[in-house]
């Protein structure tokens, strides 16, 4: 009786076990059946991602979205910066600047970033587009990016103190001075942009601030040393009758005095100009050298530059005759011509005649695409609030996804 007592008891005690090992495997088999519910779930969800994804990344479709996204960023710019002018839309706007794509070699949205720089200038949708019109042809005619182009029209503006009509000026007389002579336009802009402030000071034309920066490009003295050589004349010759004993006794070489030099230039910069340059060219190389050293100072660059303009100033002569010619007039458009008119530039221009139907197309889409975006962000939302509230299905999921 005892020997069945102790069996009873054992076998209680294992009953008791077997019945806790079915409880363990009982939960075991339900966290395994919701792990496999949720790799279904999550299975399920990559491909619904995967779809949008294929719909948004790939094939004609995709490309449509793509530009078109590209370009209503670009567009959000413009927006930002630029006030609308009366009778002008944004939606017109818009498509002013696709209509100008289509005939040019730069992008809708390397021209919609002109326009916007435009707009930080203060100036209203119309003129913003007059801008980037005349930056985009700038631009292709000498070479530059979009932004170069838009960054350095902008800086020519306000450093000159013009408006956009007058840069186009100044863009014909620099693609005549280039195209005649052995200049590099885009360099022109450069030295232009870095002597714009002063010479606007002094009072000297646009045009002929542009045949000095010729004058020194064309024996290819880099535009940072031309800059400072020029823009340290400017600021000598207003102060003339300061410069100190050295100064004046250059000056008394050369038949002159810092006080006539200082009212020559009030009366007539270009006059001024060519008086000094003249002068000095008549004296001996040594002399002119001390001469230059005496009035604009010991650098090596700005003395470099000053006798090139000395030595130069037949050539000097015949550049302002070219910057101030008749036959300058619609130089940059002739030159904007010959560069549409490269294979090249066809390519560009085909292919955005075929991104501005892009960007109609995803006008439609993207409305969609952003619609499936904000779903998908919802129910992304509505599972991290239930993983903060439950830490048991983030323990769970973390599982699941391994």
């Known amino acids: 009786v005892k020997d069945f007592s102790n069996l009873e008891k054992i076998a209680a005690k294992t009953k008791l076990g077997i019945s806790g090992l079915q409880k363990e ?46 370009f209503e960023s670009a567009m959000a710019d413009v927006k930002k910066v630029t006030d609308l ?13 696709l209509d100008l794509s289509k005939k040019l070699p730069m992008t809708a949205e390397e021209i919609a970033n002109i326009v916007a720089e435009g707009g930080k200038l203060g100036l209203a949708s119309k003129e913003a587009l007059e801008f980037g019109k005349t930056a985009t042809a700038m631009g292709v005619a000498f070479e530059m990016s979009a932004n ?48 714009g402030g002063m010479g606007n000071l002094i009072g000297l034309q646009r045009e002929n601030m542009a045949a000095l920066a010729a004058t020194l490009d064309e024996v290819k003295i880099p535009a940072e040393v031309a800059g400072t050589a020029i823009s340290s004349m ?10 100190g004993a050295k100064a004046e006794e250059a000056f ?62 037949d050539r000097y002569q015949e550049l302002l005759k070219m910057t101030n010619s008749e036959e300058k007039k619609g130089s940059m458009d002739k030159e904007l011509i010959n560069k549409c ?18 960007i109609k197309f995803s006008d439609a889409l993207l409305p969609v695409v952003k619609l499936v975006a904000s779903g998908f962000s919802f129910v992304i939302d509505i599972v991290d609030t239930l993983l903060s509230k439950f830490p048991v299905l983030s323990t769970i999921v973390a599982t699941a996804t391994t």
């Open 25 to 70: 495997l009982n939960t075991l088999k339900l966290n395994a059946n919701l792990r496999a519910e949720l790799k279904a779930q999550r299975k399920g969800l990559q491909d619904e991602l995967f779809s949008l994804g294929n719909i948004i990344s790939g094939g004609i479709v995709g490309k449509s979205i793509k530009v078109g996204i590209d």
């Open 85 to 97: 002018s009366e009778g002008h839309t944004l939606e017109g706007l818009k498509q002013d600047i």
């Open 148 to 195: 170069e182009a838009g960054e350095a029209i902008g800086g020519l503006m306000a450093n000159l103190q013009t408006d956009v009509k007058g840069i186009k000026d100044l863009g014909d007389s620099i693609n005549y001075l280039a195209d005649k002579g052995s200049s590099d336009a885009k360099n022109i802009v450069n030295i232009v942009s870095r002597i």
């Open 234 to 243: 400017f600021t000598k010759l207003s102060t003339a009758d300061t410069l």
């Open 252 to 313: 008394s070489q050369l038949g002159l005095s810092g006080e006539f030099m200082k009212k020559a230039l009030n009366r007539n910069s270009q006059e001024a100009i060519n008086i000094l340059l003249s002068r000095i060219k008549t004296l001996d190389k040594e002399s002119q050298i001390g001469v230059i050293t005496n009035i604009f100072g010991n650098d090596s660059g700005t003395i470099r530059a000053m006798a090139t303009l000395v030595n130069g100033y």
């Open 341 to 358: 008119e490269t294979t090249a530039s066809i390519l560009k221009i085909l292919g955005n005649n075929i991104s501005a139907l892009a």
